[in-house]
């Protein structure tokens, strides 16, 4: 099972970037999958959550600004109005059970490397 992440950079406050995250090798047709935020010092958090009902689940800090989504085996993560808090290594993850935000990260089976976003005031 791979997972491969794209589409971070570097952007100013208010700005947009798309993230997506290709699934490959899962033969599970419909997988619990997450997006992770790992900051400096901080915490591995959940982000998105989408489950293999198509529920999508926000973390309070992103709720009306991120959009969390799954084509085919491409899961994206549509960020808007973001802020210098937003700035971290962006993972995605991926599990056959179901995986709330609170759940420890280290449950879920399968990550990607990561992304990249800063976003800078």
């Known amino acids: 099972v791979q997972l491969v992440e794209s589409g971070g950079g570097s952007v100013q406050a208010g700005g947009s970037l798309r993230l997506s995250c290709v699934v490959s090798?899962?033969?599970?047709?419909?997988?619990?999958m997450g997006w992770f935020r790992q900051s400096p010092g901080k915490e591995r958090e959940g982000v998105a959550i989408?489950?293999?009902?198509?529920f999508t689940i926000y973390a309070d800090s992103v709720k009306g600004r991120f959009t969390i989504s799954k084509v085919k085996n491409t899961l994206y993560l549509q960020m808007n109005s973001l802020r210098p808090e937003d700035t971290g290594l962006y993972l995605c993850?991926?599990?056959?059970?179901?995986?709330?935000?609170?759940?420890?990260?280290?449950?879920?089976?399968?990550w990607g490397q990561g992304t990249q976003v800063t976003v800078s005031s």
């Open positions: 090798g899962y033969q599970n047709p419909k997988p619990c």
């Open positions: 989408l489950d293999s009902l198509n």
């Open positions: 993850a991926a599990d056959p059970d179901y995986r709330g935000l609170r759940s420890r990260w280290q449950l879920w089976d399968y």
